[in-house]
C-alpha cells in the first residue's frame, strides 16, 4: 500500500523513491496505490485545480506502468472508512509524538500561517491510509521512514489496546535501501514544491530536461587522482545511475579518477539518457489524461476494490474496539 500527493508534477524522485516499486510489486502482491488528495488539503486549501491534479497523477501513475486492472488504484477520498479509522487513531497518537515529526516542523517553517491540525495529524492520517487494508509493505522514498515508524507505533497501540488487528507496516525498496533521488543543485532531494529548476518531472519537454541538466552544479574538476567527489558531482553520478548504463557510467568514473573528466560532457549524457527515458512516459500520461471517461472508470474501479477491502477492516476495528451494540 502506498499513495502519493495530488500537489504537484510528479518527479524523478516519485518515480525511483515509490513508483518503480509500485510496478514491481503488483506482479507479486495484492496492492492498493491511492492518490492522496485528503492529504494534499492540509496545504493546499484552494481546490480549484484539484480535479486536473488527481487526473494528472493517476494518468501518470498508470502510464509508468501501473496496472488498474491488476491493483486497486484509488482516491483517498473515494474510500470514507479511512476517514473513521484516521478518527479512532488520532485518540492514540499524542501532541509531543506528532510536533516532533520533521515533515510537520518543516511544513511550520513553510506555511507558518497555515498550521492546522490536519497537519500535525498528518501521520496518522498516513496512518490509517496504510492499515486500513492490513498492509504490510509500504514502498516509499527514504523521506518517509519516519511516518513509516510512526504508523507501526500507531498499529501496535491499537493491537495492544483492543486487540490484534493489525499487521506491522514496514517501509519496502527492492534495493538494499530507501532510495533519495538528490536536486540538480546539490541541496537536498528533489521535490514537488521546491527548487522547480533542480528538480526534473515525468511532465518535462526534452528541451527542459536538458536546459535543467546543463545548469546543474559543477566545477573546474579534479586536478589531483584521489580527490573526493563534492556533493554536487556525487548527486550526477547518483542521477546516472538511475537512467544511464553501467559501462556509461564505469568510463565517466574512469576520467574523474584520471582528472580528465569534463563535466560538461557528463552532463550532456545523463540529459540525453533522461529525455531517452521520461519522453515514452510524459507522451503515454498525455493519452491517458485526455481520455475522461477511462479515467473516470478507472476511479470507480479503485474505489470499488479498495471500499471492499476497508470494509472488511471497519467490522474487525469497530468489533475490537467494543462499538457493535447489537
Ligand atoms: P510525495 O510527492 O511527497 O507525495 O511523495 C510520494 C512518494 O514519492 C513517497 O513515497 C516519497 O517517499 C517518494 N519521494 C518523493 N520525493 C522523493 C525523492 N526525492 N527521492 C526518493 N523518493 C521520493
Redesign the pocket.
Same mark, same amino acid.
Given at each position: 500500500m502506498? +499513495?502519493?500527493?495530488p500537489? +504537484?508534477f510528479?518527479?524523478?524522485?516519485?518515480y525511483?523513491? $515509490?513508483?518503480r516499486n509500485y510496478v514491481k510489486m503488483q506482479e507479486e502482491y495484492p496492492c492498493f496505490f491511492m492518490v $492522496?488528495d485528503l492529504?494534499s488539503l492540509t496545504t493546499h486549501p484552494d481546490t480549484k485545480e484539484l480535479k486536473l491534479n488527481v487526473q494528472r497523477v493517476l494518468s501518470e501513475n498508470i502510464a509508468c506502468g501501473l496496472d488498474p486492472d491488476k491493483v486497486a488504484l484509488y482516491c483517498q477520498s473515494h474510500v470514507r472508512e479511512t476517514s473513521e479509522l484516521y478518527l479512532y487513531l488520532n485518540m492514540m497518537a499524542y501532541k509531543g509524538e506528532l510536533e516532533k515529526t520533521t515533515t510537520f516542523k518543516d511544513k511550520v517553517r513553510q506555511h507558518p500561517d497555515n498550521v492546522n491540525a490536519g497537519l500535525l495529524t498528518y501521520p496518522v492520517l498516513q496512518a490509517a491510509d496504510i492499515i486500513l487494508h492490513r498492509a504490510s509493505l509500504v514502498?516509499? +522514498?527514504?523521506?518517509?521512514e519516519q511516518h513509516l515508524e510512526m504508523a507501526r507505533n500507531f498499529a501496535n497501540r491499537f493491537n495492544h489496546r483492543y486487540g490484534d488487528v493489525f499487521p506491522e507496516p514496514q517501509a519496502f525498496n527492492y534495493g538494499s535501501e530507501?532510495?533519495?533521488?538528490?536536486?540538480l543543485d546539490g541541496t537536498g532531494?528533489?521535490?514537488?514544491s521546491e527548487n522547480q529548476y533542480a528538480t526534473i518531472y515525468l511532465s518535462d519537454t526534452d528541451e527542459m530536461i536538458r536546459k535543467k541538466v546543463m545548469k546543474a552544479k559543477t566545477d573546474a574538476g579534479p586536478t589531483e587522482p584521489g580527490t573526493p567527489m563534492p556533493d554536487y558531482i556525487e548527486n550526477i553520478f547518483m542521477l546516472m545511475k538511475l537512467v544511464s548504463e553501467a559501462d556509461v557510467i564505469s568510463k565517466f568514473q574512469e576520467d574523474y579518477d584520471q582528472c580528465r573528466i569534463r563535466y560538461g560532457d557528463l552532463k550532456k549524457q545523463l540529459a540525453e539518457d533522461m529525455v531517452r527515458f521520461i519522453t515514452p512516459v510524459r507522451e503515454k500520461a498525455d493519452a491517458i489524461r485526455n481520455d475522461e471517461k477511462y479515467l473516470k472508470d478507472v476511479m470507480e474501479l479503485g474505489a470499488e476494490k479498495a471500499g471492499k477491502s476497508a470494509r472488511a477492516t471497519m467490522e474487525l476495528v469497530r468489533q475490537a474496539i467494543g462499538l457493535n451494540y447489537f
Open positions: 502506498s +499513495g502519493i500527493r500537489t +504537484g510528479l518527479h524523478l524522485g516519485n525511483f523513491g $515509490a513508483l $492522496a492529504h514502498p516509499v +522514498g527514504k523521506d518517509q530507501l532510495v533519495k533521488v538528490p536536486s532531494k528533489m521535490s514537488k
